[in-house]
């Protein structure tokens, strides 16, 4: 069972998101953003429909203020499969008074068909949709002095899960009960002997530690027994390292955390083979090679084969191995205003953009030493990366004014749209930062539409274009909004950041880019080029982007396609050259 797409509204963090376009065969999801960008909220979604699968009623007193963004507006959370019926719930679906969440068999009855889908497949998959750990879940000393110590557990209904995703997971000392369950049936019931014993357990749980910390006498670490808790005494799990044996109690807090998350997936994953995993921050504890090392073996070894795995992470070793995995994908949280609706597609394996949360973009040039990096505005990244000029990276930065002071503070290079500048502002401008490069047309799109890159993008699809039709059209669309263009020139040049430094002040180059004499003058300028009729002058200044999307011949088409032909490379190349 694998999750293709998930959208929450009014849902602790979010207003309204939408996570889109994830293949069938992903089988680790890696989530990445700041503290507090929303990634949790995503395993609060994953608990939140878990509990209602497994009618486990949630208390409305705890629902409230826990789940709900705004407690006027209804919660709702879907959630598409692979392979499976959707699943689709909110809080008007269930029948809310009494002491929690429960289905109102009047409101079943009323039902349609794909409803009553959806709610047979909660009751077929209630017992293994979802198994999730929090980030709360390494025990330092082991406390259980004899068995039973706790309320009866169902491991098939996973009761002794937290109640939400900010509570501490205390399932690990309930693994040590369930595996000295499993080894005595084992061992008394199927009559296996020691050594198969040692093989089926010990020997996996070693072989796993191994692949994590090295065969090196200095940190090979293995598993040499477990006793449960007996006799007043706490379970003797003990370890090998070098010519030392010692209790788990003195392992580290990086070899706990390891030992903890393999433990329990040997106690329990064989009662979830086509689950939804969520693990948050496995990464705890560990240096960068030890991420990747603990995030290739939970998923390769420990994830059964019709599972998929979601977990969260600002670490490089777990950035790094989902990049290279072909059935990973990773979504970034950061920097959204999920106050707002948005909608999230897994980012590009490519894109440098995915380290800045192990890795601040100040510390990129050092990572990329032998790289050309250029800064560049928003999504733009993506079409330069398509042209795939070589020891080139472009990494993205939110707008034109972060790029250009990146380029004016520091040695990184930045590539920004032209927007309303004059050729003359161009010339001075390069002049002062010849770290920035500037487009000679007004954004992107203006190249990835121009006429003659439409004309090969055209005669390689071996379709009909007419070159000469396409050039009156624009200028058509040109004509109709040029006044309302020649509006908004004045006051949009005063907003750009050129020759904004002290030294410029009261001088006639920072006055180009305020409510000066010297701005009407360029904008004046920029006028005669929309005035004009010929493509090359008012195309300089021309908002492709917004304007003249209605001529024919440039809808549908994907601009990423229109990146890849070689007019739009030897135009960037030629600008960056």
Not at 67 to 83: A, N
Not at 377 to 401: C, H, L, M, Q, W
Request: neutral net charge.
């Amino acid at each position: 069972m694998k999750i293709t797409g998930l959208h929450l509204k009014n849902f602790k963090r979010f207003n309204d998101l939408q996570i889109k376009n994830i293949a069938n065969e992903t089988k680790l999801i890696l989530l990445i953003g700041a503290n507090g960008a929303g990634k949790s909220c995503i395993f609060d979604a994953f608990r939140f429909a878990d509990s209602i699968v497994k009618r486990d009623p949630i208390s409305m007193i705890d629902f409230k203020p826990y789940f709900k963004k705004k407690e006027s507006q209804l919660t709702h959370v879907q959630m598409t499969f692979d392979d499976y019926p959707p699943i689709d719930i909110s809080d008007d679906t269930f029948n809310t008074t009494g002491k929690g969440m429960r289905l109102n068999h009047l409101q079943t009855a009323k039902l349609g068909a794909k409803q009553r889908l959806k709610l047979h497949f909660h009751q077929l998959t209630a017992l293994d949709l979802f198994y999730g750990r929090t980030s709360f879940r390494q025990i330092a000393r082991l406390t259980r002095t004899s068995l039973g110590q706790t309320q009866p557990i169902d491991n098939q209904q996973d009761t002794d899960r937290p109640k939400f995703f900010i509570d501490r997971d205390n399932r690990f000392e309930n693994d040590i009960e369930k595996m000295t369950e499993i080894i005595l049936k084992d061992l008394f019931a199927l009559r296996k002997s020691g050594e198969e014993i040692h093989q089926k357990y010990i020997k996996p749980i070693n072989d796993s530690l191994g692949r994590i910390f090295g065969a090196q006498n200095g940190t090979k670490l293995e598993l040499t027994e477990i006793i449960p808790p007996l006799e007043g005494k706490t379970a003797q799990i003990t370890f090998k390292k070098g010519n030392s044996t010692f209790h788990y109690d003195y392992l580290s807090a990086g070899e706990k955390e390891v030992f903890n998350l393999i433990f329990n997936l040997m106690s329990r994953a064989r009662l979830y083979q086509n689950t939804i995993y969520y693990l948050d921050e496995m990464d705890l504890h560990l240096n960068t090679q030890l991420q990747y090392d603990l995030l290739k073996e939970i998923v390769e070894h420990w994830i059964p084969k019709d599972c998929q795995l979601w977990t969260a992470s600002h670490s490089l070793g777990f950035i790094e191995y989902a990049k290279q995995s072909e059935t990973a994908a990773i979504l970034d949280f950061d920097n959204y205003d999920f106050d707002l609706p948005r909608i999230l597609t897994p980012e590009p394996k490519e894109n440098p953009d995915i380290y800045e949360i192990a890795v601040g973009k100040a510390f990129l040039p050092a990572l990329f030493q032998h790289l050309n990096l250029f800064f560049v505005e928003n999504k733009d990244r993506i079409y330069y990366a398509e042209v795939g000029i070589p020891k080139t990276v472009f990494i993205s930065d939110n707008n034109r004014n972060n790029v250009f002071h990146k380029t004016r503070t520091t040695d990184m290079k930045g590539i920004v749209d032209r927007d309303f500048l004059t050729d003359e502002d161009m010339q001075f401008i390069g002049n002062q930062y010849p770290n920035l490069k500037i487009l000679p047309y007004y954004s992107i799109e203006n190249y990835l539409y121009h006429p003659d890159n439409l004309s090969e993008y055209y005669q390689k699809k071996d379709l009909h274009y007419d070159k000469k039709n396409y050039i009156e059209q624009l200028i058509i669309a040109k004509n109709e909004v040029k006044d309302a263009i020649m509006l908004q020139i004045v006051s949009s040049r005063a907003t750009y950041p050129y020759f904004g430094e002290p030294i410029f002040n009261h001088k006639p180059l920072q006055n180009r880019f305020k409510i000066k004499d010297e701005n009407y003058i360029q904008s004046t300028v920029i006028q005669k080029y929309l005035n004009s009729n010929e493509l090359e002058i008012f195309y300089k200044v021309f908002q492709m982007k917004i304007y003249g999307t209605q001529v024919p011949q440039r809808q549908n088409i994907a601009k990423v396609d229109l990146a890849k032909t070689n007019w739009f490379k030897q135009q960037i190349e030629k600008l960056l050259s």
